[in-house]
């Protein structure tokens, strides 16, 4: 019964576009929060910046949540959305926000996007939503474009140790996440989910909360305003338009949308920080938008 309504919700004139505007809107505001993270992180640090975000996050979602009065998911449900909570909203965050403190912005960039190949594995597997061709040959092309730009911007090519570990341990966390929310969105919406998964994340985030409040308190008022800011729009916002647009795909091609983030990245910060991107990193972003498009189809 499940799948049958969530056909039908995705075959009503108007969905495809939709989520796939939903989708668009994901990337876009997860790319800003690269420069977000970068600024914000002058004066907070990793652990107490992810549970920042996620308090701003949460207060906003729970706001829409009770004004929707939002029915509460089925008990058999609160596992699935517990470990996406965990995995994506709590770990991920921390061990992202820490590694871009020991290796570059590249190199972690580089790494990080093995999460949708990882993502693509495991929905074919464990979602049984098979390996269709087109898919495997786009997270391919723009895998290799990821990894252009992680050359191009690398500071010294792939760094050894503790950032590179973290790197792979969110990819790991951020597969395990969207693979754990997939099912769960043919029975609870996308912003009872969002909303739950944020809490998770937010709960498992609170042994950061002394250094939290202590660095606020110190913080310059930009990078207050900047973790704010995360926790609206790259937090409550992306998240909520990523289940929405997750609800009408599969988890595969929904991961291979993210190859986007990198170029939008690079626009971004040439457009708003003034940085001139390296040649190879546009060619990089051409190979994520190709890819993105072949994986898609």
Known sequence: MASTVSVTASARPGVPVL?????LVTVAAWASAFIGIRAAGEDISPGALSLGRLLVGGLALGAVVAVRREPLPARRDIPAIAAFGLLWFGIYSVALHEAERRIDAGTAAMLV????ILIALLAGVLLREGFPRSLLAGSAVAFAGAVLIGLATSDGGLAAGGGAALCLLAALAYAGGVVSQKPVL???SPLQVTFLGCAVGALA?????????GELGSADGASV???VYLGLVPTALAFTT???ALSHTTAGRMGATTYLV???????GWLILSETPPVLALAGGALCLGGVVLARR
Do not use: D, E, K, S
């Open 19 to 23: 989520a796939g505007a939903a989708a």
């Open 242 to 244: 990523w289940a929405y």
């Open 186 to 188: 043919t029975r609870v």
């Open 205 to 213: 985030c609170l042994p950061f909360a002394p250094t939290m409040v």
């Open 225 to 227: 305003r900047w973790m």
């Open 113 to 116: 996007n093995v999460g949708p």
């Open 262 to 268: 990198p170029p939008l990245a690079i626009l971004m």
